[in-house]
C-alpha cells in the first residue's frame, strides 16, 4: 500500500509522525508514548481547550520519542516517499516477464501497437545457436528489474524471416519504441563475454541508453536492507 504524503511543511511533518506511529511496535510501547504518537498523529483530533497546552509541551515530549531510532525510520519515511513519487511519475503499462511472440504477426503488433511510452526488446533466437538459450534467460532475469519495459522472443523461423535471420546473426536483439527501431544487433553475443550474465547484457543495453531508470526496490526490501 502506499504512503499517500502532502505537500508542504505541516503537511510532510504531520505525515512524518503519521509513519512513524505506524511504523513503531505498538505493543512494546509504554501507554504514555503510545496516546502522545496518537496525539501527534491526529493534531486535528485534539480539542479545543487542550491543544494549546499540549502545543507547549509537545516539544520536548515528541523530541525524546523521535530521536529514538529515528535515523532508521526517517530513512525508510525518505524512500517511502520517494518511491511513491516515482510511481506517480511512471506512465505506461508494466509486464514482469518475458513474451512469447509465436508469429510474425505477432512481432509486428508489439511493435505497432504497444504505448507509445514503452521500450520493447525483441530477442530473435533459434534453439541449438550459441548464446540463444543464454540470452534468454538473461532477459527473463531482466524483465522482472525492468517491469515497464516488453521484453519479447520470437523464433526466426516462427518470425517468417528466418532467410533474413540465418544462425549467423544470431542471437539478434531488436529494440523499439513508439515503434522506431532504437537499436539492431545482431550477432549480439560478440559484444559480450564468451560467459556472460543478465548484468552483461543490462551494461551492453544501457551503454546505448536504451533502458530507463531501473525503479527503487520495494519498501519490504528496503526495511530487510536496514537491518544490520
Known amino acids: 500500500m502506499l504512503f499517500a504524503f502532502s505537500i508542504g511543511p505541516k503537511g510532510v511533518i504531520n505525515d512524518w ?14 501507554p504514555a508514548k503510545k ?80 504505448h507509445h511510452s514503452t521500450v520493447v526488446v525483441v530477442h530473435i533466437y533459434k534453439d541449438g545457436v550459441a548464446g540463444c538459450e543464454e540470452l534468454n534467460n538473461c532477459l527473463d532475469c531482466l524483465a522482472t528489474e525492468y517491469p515497464t519495459v516488453k521484453f519479447c522472443r520470437i523464433d526466426a523461423v516462427a518470425s517468417g524471416a528466418s532467410e533474413r535471420f540465418s544462425d549467423e546473426v544470431l542471437p539478434t536483439l531488436l529494440v523499439y519504441k513508439a515503434g522506431e527501431l532504437l537499436g539492431n544487433f545482431l550477432a549480439c553475443t560478440q559484444h559480450l563475454n564468451q560467459e556472460f550474465f543478465a548484468t552483461d547484457v543490462e551494461a551492453f543495453l544501457n551503454s546505448y541508453g536504451l533502458l530507463p531508470e531501473k525503479e527503487m526496490p520495494g519498501v519490504g526490501d528496503e526495511e530487510e536492507n536496514d537491518v544490520e
Open 17 to 30: 509522525r503519521r509513519f512513524k506511529m505506524e511504523s513503531m511496535d505498538q505493543e512494546s510501547l509504554p
Open 35 to 114: 496516546e502522545l504518537l496518537k496525539q501527534m498523529s491526529s493534531p486535528n483530533k485534539i480539542k479545543d481547550d487542550s491543544r494549546a497546552n499540549l502545543n507547549r509541551k509537545m516539544s520536548v515530549q515528541e523530541y525524546e520519542l523521535l530521536k529514538e531510532e529515528d535515523e532508521g525510520c526517517l530513512k525508510k519515511y525518505r524512500r517511502r516517499c520517494m518511491q511513491e513519487m516515482h510511481e506517480k511519475l511512471s506512465f505506461g503499462p508494466r509486464f514482469g516477464g518475458v513474451h512469447d511472440l509465436d508469429s510474425g504477426e505477432a512481432f509486428l503488433e508489439v511493435i505497432e501497437k504497444e
